[in-house]
């Protein structure tokens, strides 16, 4: 029971929020009243999982052999509450009606046979962390993110920006390669290290597709969120090939040449983005071959700072590809190559441009 | 008494697409009903203490980031707001701006 005041009981945000607007003052004030509590508890989470991360944090654990996820399908029916909701597909049940469910539980899926597949990597933390999906998440919401926390939330679009995004392969191996960088490099979401962050992402999220697709290097659109935009940002989202062209409003620049100082971390990813690109089409074959596990173990390598800025990475990639394929490689060389293409130095004094903090 | 109308202007970044949105409201041009929600989210929000709050951390990757312009009568407010700390009276406010929201340029 819910004592005198019927608001003080657990009600879905949704409801609340029709409340706060309700014509009776008192019941407006009990409504954003429940809210309010309701975001201290999201506050208090989002600062606990921005408190988390790197590698230190990863736990070690005894009795997993690895190999196959453990997922989990949550209804959020339209809240905006971050706590899972109704279960409606767990690991090894058979696919329901709800289209977004499936896709959501084939994604998590395509992300974790990449991770296992290619690195013997067990789920986003190495050590078989369960993957939880929230589909459904809010009233129009043009987003999916990785809360830093374990779960996946995804919104089903508005129909005109985005739709449901749960159609994605790249946008989950996206969002799920977010949780890696967070449990490796823990890069730091501001100025050319969050741009890294976000390419990071769009390399795993295109490795996660081009594998489920069956597509090489060369047969792959190279294109992010193609599946999963409405008519005002068709064809795609963000190019990795030819930055700056997806959509009438993308701004990527393509090489150093267009760096924005101060840029959004989602505007300057299109340097590294094309990077890879050319490294993986260079090489040809598929990318997670060789391109791919270059960039893995980069970003897996102690002497990858949080903040670190493009030439800082893009010199580890080339250590790496010399370290596993040779220092005379044709692997070597593609890297090279790659962020040559997008002139970022490989050499000398490190670019202003890669300390600059935002 | 606070005035009765409001102009509130809203900007929209991050997000997984890293598409900007814009939206204005006026709330003496909009339903009344609608314009009464939104005028009572204001009210019950306390925006001079949000508008002198210190910048928000980022918060996780890809979640959203809002910038709100509140103007009524003499008085104008500037927020800057993550995603995960939009206080629950504001939250029926930016639902209507973002309902009219439209992509722009970033730069």
Known sequence: ?358 | MAPQHARIHLKRSGGFAGIHTEAVIDTAQIDPHEAEGILAGLDAADLEALAHRPPARPGPPDTFRYALDVERGSATHHIALSEADVPPALEPVITALQARAHPVRKH
């Open chain 1, 1 to 358: 029971m819910c004592g005198h005041d019927p608001l003080r009981c657990i009600l879905p945000p949704g409801i609340l929020h029709k409340l706060a607007q309700h014509e009776d003052k008192s019941v407006r004030t009990a409504a954003l009243d429940t809210l309010a509590l309701d975001t201290r508890f999201r506050v208090a989470r989002a600062e606990a999982a921005a408190r988390r991360g790197g590698r230190t944090a990863r736990p070690v654990t005894f009795a997993r052999v690895g190999g196959s996820p453990q997922r989990t399908i949550y209804d959020q029916k339209h809240s905006t509450s971050q706590t899972p909701g109704k279960v409606v597909r767990s690991e090894g049940q058979s696919a329901v009606k709800d289209s977004a469910a499936n896709q959501a539980y084939d994604g998590l899926g395509y992300t974790y046979d990449y991770y296992w597949s290619v690195f013997m990597r067990d789920s986003i933390d190495g050590q078989g962390l369960p993957l939880l999906g929230c589909i459904h998440f809010g009233r129009n919401y043009d987003n999916a993110f990785w809360d830093n926390a374990g779960h996946m939330f995804f919104g089903d679009g508005d129909g005109k920006m985005l739709t449901q995004t749960t159609a994605g392969i790249d946008v989950i191996g996206h969002e799920l390669t977010h949780g890696v960088t967070q449990h490796e490099a823990n890069l730091e979401y501001s100025g050319q290290s969050g741009a890294l962050n976000e390419s990071i992402s769009d390399v795993g999220g295109i490795q996660v597709k081009q594998m489920a697709l069956k597509q090489t290097a060369a047969t792959s659109d190279w294109l992010i969120g193609a599946d999963i935009v409405g008519s005002a940002l068709k064809p795609a989202l963000r190019s990795m090939m030819n930055p700056g062209t997806a959509n009438d409003y993308d701004d990527q620049p393509a090489d150093m040449d267009g760096y924005v100082q101060g840029g959004d971390v989602h505007t300057n990813s299109g340097i590294p983005n094309r990077a890879f690109a050319v490294t993986a089409t260079t090489l040809g074959g598929n990318s997670w071959d060789a391109a791919g596990p270059i960039w893995y173990s980069t970003l897996c390598d102690p002497h990858l700072t949080s903040s670190a800025g493009f030439s800082a990475f893009a010199r580890l990639t080339v250590k790496h590809a010399k370290q596993m394929y040779g220092s005379t490689s044709t692997e070597a060389h593609a890297v090279t190559t790659g962020w040559e293409a997008v002139k970022v130095p490989l050499r000398g004094r490190i670019a202003t441009a890669d300390v600059v903090s935002a």
